[in-house]
C-alpha cells in the first residue's frame, strides 16, 4: 500500500475510535498531512506505527470536581489530565479552565503540545489537562476552593519528575498559587517543579509571565528579517486581552509596531492612537472587567460588542491570541485583501484549515502556533531549570535565553522546510522537526 493509502486509513481510524473531538482530528490532520515527506524518506515511522502509537495518549485521566459556592450551593465540575507522549521528557503542558473544555480540547492541545515541546529543544514531554470550570465571575474564594478540589485528585497524577502542568486560558498567577497551595499540603513535599507559572516568591521565573506573548514577537520579527524587514512602524491587530495577548502588544510596542486593537470574547476595541497598555493590565490583570470598559479612559477609542476582529480591522502583523478557530478562511481572505503580511499565533491552532490555506496560498509569512507560541512553555522549562538549582536568573539573562530559543526554532522550522522540499513553509518545518525527534526516541525505547 503506498503512503497516502496507509496514512488515509490511519486517519479514519483515528476519526472512528475518536468520535465527536472536532478538535482532535483537525490537530492530527494539520500535523499528519504535513509530515507526508518525512513519512516517504523514512518508511520506519509507519512500519513501527509511530502514527498510530503518538496519535493515541499514554494515559487519560477523568475526575468529578465538587466544591461549593458563596451561596453554600454544591457544584461539580468535570476535570482532564492528558498525559500524551512522555518520550523525551516528563508530560508537560497548561491546564485550561472554560466552560467549553471537553477530551477532544484537551486532546487536541495535549497532541499539539508533544511536537511543540520537541521542537523548543528542551527534555519535556506533552500533556495538557483542564476543566469546564468558568472562572468568569467567580470570588476570589470560590476560585480557591474549585482548584483545592481539583488539585485534590490531580496531586496524585503529577509530580517534577513525571507530569508538570502550567497556565493556559483561564488559569494564571491566581490559580496557580492556589493549586500548589492544595499539591504542597497534600503531598508534604515542597517541590517547586511540580507546577510552572509560579509567583516569584515562592519559585516562579522571571519572564515566564511575558514568555508566550514575547516570543511569538521574536518569531515574527526573525520571520521579518528573513525577508529584509522589520516591525518598526507595522500596523498590527492582536486578538484577545489575557496572558498572551498583553505581552504580544508590548513587545509589537518595543519593536516599533503599533497595535490598533484587540478583544475578548464579547467584542473588541480599536484605538488608532496605539493600544494603551497601562489601561488594558489594569482591566484585565487587576479589576477582571471587560475589554469594552476602555473607552472609558479613552474616549477616543471605539468599542465594536459581539464582533470578532479579523477582516475587521484591516493590520499589516496579525497576532491571533485567543482562542481556536477564531479565523476562519472567509476572514483570512479578508485579512489578505487588507494588507497583511505576517500572522504569528499566539494562541494554539486559531487558524482553521481554510484559513491557514488562505494565507500559505497569499504567500504571506504564516507562523503556527506550534512554533510561533513555543515561548511560553519554553520558559516553563528553564523555571523548571532554576528550581531544580534553588536558583532565579535575572530579568535580561531570561529573555535573553527566551529570544535565543525563539531564533532557533525559527532556524530549525527553515532548514527543515527547505531540506523536505518546501521551503519557507514553517507548518511543514515545525511539523516535521518537531515529530522526527519524537518519533526516532519512541524507536530507541522500544515497544513500549
Ligand atoms: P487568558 O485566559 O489569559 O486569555 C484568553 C483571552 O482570549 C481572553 O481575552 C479571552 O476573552 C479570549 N478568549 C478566550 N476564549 C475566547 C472565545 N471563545 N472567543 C473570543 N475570545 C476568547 O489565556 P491565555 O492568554 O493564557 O491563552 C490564550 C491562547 O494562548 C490560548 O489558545 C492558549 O492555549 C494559548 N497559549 C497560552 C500559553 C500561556 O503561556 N498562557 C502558552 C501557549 C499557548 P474572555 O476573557 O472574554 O473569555
Redesign the pocket.
Known sequence: MGVQKRVDAILSTIARRNAGESEFHQAVHEVVDSIAPALVKHPEYLDLKILERVCEPERQIIFRVPWEDDRGEIQVNRGFRVEFNSAIGPYKG?L?F?P?VNLGIIKF?GFEQIFKNSLTGQAIGGGKGGSDFDP?GKSDREVMRFCQSFMTELFRHIGEQTDVP?????V?GREIGYLFGQYKRLANRYEAGVLT?KGLTYGGALVRTE??GYGCVFFADEMLKAKGDTLEGKRAVV???????IYAIQKIHQLGGKVIAC????GYIVDENGINLETVKRL?EVERK??SEYVTAHPGATFVAGR?VWGEVPCQIAAP????N?INGEQAAKMVANGCLLVTE???M?SNPEAIEAFQSAGICYAP?KAA?AG??ATSALEMQQNAARDSWTFDYSEQRLKQIMVNIHNTCLTTAEEYGAPGNYVVGANIAGFRKVADTMIAHGLI
Open positions: 497548561g485550561r472554560h467549553s492541545l468568569k502550567a497556565g493556559d486560558i483561564g494564571g507559572g514568555a508566550t486578538s484577545g486581552s489575557g496572558n498572551v495577548a478583544s475578548d470574547s464579547s484585565k471587560r475589554i470578532n491570541c485567543a482562542t481556536q477564531e499566539g494562541a494554539n486559531p502556533g507560541n511560553g512553555v
